[in-house]
């Protein structure tokens, strides 16, 4: 048995002093106070002084990172990212495809199912690394006029046996897929999508307020990197952007780069959602984490420079790391570090659904952050297992 002790802990929902966390067998034992929970004998003690733990980060958005794209056949492409992602705290994370050929897509959904599988079936590589625990398709079912980088030859009509071709690849892991829903046949697919357990999220869309609120009422209830990819916001016609703010039963996501929405809007956005309905994601490239330079998103490629990613003159994901986009919401809203963990743990972990993350309570998984109280990066662990050092930015 492992002893985890530090400074502090939020869980996220609250806040101890003095914790101790006891870990066995990749699992979380107890939490608590260390002047209550002595420490059981022969257990091992780990003291972080002066350090904050919180749960493992929660990424449900990303392409690559490290110099790899989560689509590309070399082997050795999802645990160098997942290596990447350990390093800044992330512990679970959902592989993200884009929009390809149909070939292409079917191929790296296979690969990613396996990816997932082979992580659960082999607890001897869990703890080295961030796990994939889901994937989420985005695109091909995604607006002609909103598709930012997609390839435009390569968007489908949303249909359900489309659809059913690529759950049969995926095994059944798809946990989330973004779709346009002004698109003919998508009230359709978001019914069956929500039926088998898959959240239904709203992005790459020119839907006017009328289709979005329709669906909703289909079984829609997240939304893709809000503000990004969508029809602006209206006055006069308030569109997919005021369905997203306004809307009790959708949750968002937003990149929080300063690169993608101007602080002020980070801002606007957290007051509107609140610290129940909002998720940080990074929607990061294989560019992440490598200097400036050419990379791959999917099948196409992407320049890197002074922070941005581009293709085509137009954003094309991001280099952000989770740990950055946590720091930038304390600065950008004036949010606590506590406040911000929430978005960047529990929330996107109740969004897909994986009950045994995104909090620090007995029974969950033994992920676990350990930050400074900057909230740098100092260490992660993963089922239990202390993870190298952290990259330190």
Request: with cysteine; proline share 6%.
């Amino acid at each position: 048995m492992i002893a985890l002790t530090a400074s502090r802990l939020y869980t996220p929902l609250e806040s101890i002093e003095q914790p101790v966390v006891l870990i066995d067998g990749g699992r979380i034992v107890d939490v608590g106070r260390r002047n209550t929970r002595p420490l059981p004998p022969g257990a091992q003690q780990i003291d972080f002084p002066d350090s904050i733990l919180a749960p493992g980060y929660v990424d449900i958005h990303i392409h690559g990172g490290a110099g790899h794209d989560v689509m590309e056949t070399d082997p050795a492409a999802l645990p160098a990212v997942e290596q990447l992602l350990a390093k800044h705290g992330v512990t679970s994370y959902l592989p993200t495809t884009v929009t390809a050929s149909g070939d292409h897509i079917l191929a790296a959904l296979d690969r990613l199912a396996t990816a997932i599988e082979n992580a659960e079936r082999d607890s001897g590589s869990r703890g080295l690394r961030a796990q994939p625990v889901g994937i989420h398709l985005e695109g091909p079912f995604i607006s002609f006029a909103r598709r930012g980088v997609h390839p435009p030859q390569d968007l489908l009509s949303p249909t359900l046996p489309v659809f059913e071709r690529f759950w049969q690849a995926s095994r059944g892991r798809i946990r989330v897929i973004t779709m346009a829903p002004e698109l003919e046949g998508a009230r359709e697919l978001i019914a069956e999508a929500a039926r088998r357990g898959v959240c239904v999220s709203l992005g790459h869309s020119d839907a006017n307020l009328h289709d979005t609120r329709a669906a909703v009422e289909a079984g829609a209830r997240h939304a893709t990197h809000a503000f990004n990819a969508m029809r602006p916001l209206g006055h006069r016609e308030p569109g997919i952007v005021a369905a997203v703010l306004t809307d009790s039963r959708l949750s968002a996501d937003i990149i929080a780069d300063g690169i993608h929405l101007d602080p002020t809007i980070v801002e606007l956005f957290l007051k509107a959602k609140g610290p129940d309905l909002a998720v940080l994601i990074t929607d990061a490239t294989s560019a992440t984490g490598m200097p400036d330079g050419r990379y791959r998103l999917g099948w196409f490629e992407v320049e890197v420079k002074d922070g941005m990613c581009t293709a085509e003159g137009k954003l094309a994901g991001s280099v952000l790391t989770m740990d950055r986009a946590v720091r930038n919401v304390t600065k950008f809203a004036g949010w606590g570090l506590q406040q911000a963990l929430r978005l960047a743990t529990l929330n996107p972990s109740q969004v897909v659904g994986l009950s045994s993350r995104g909090k620090l309570e007995a029974g969950r998984e033994a992920d676990i952050v350990v930050l400074n109280p900057n909230g740098e990066v100092r260490t992660t662990f993963i089922h239990g297992v202390m993870t190298e050092a952290a990259a330190g930015t």
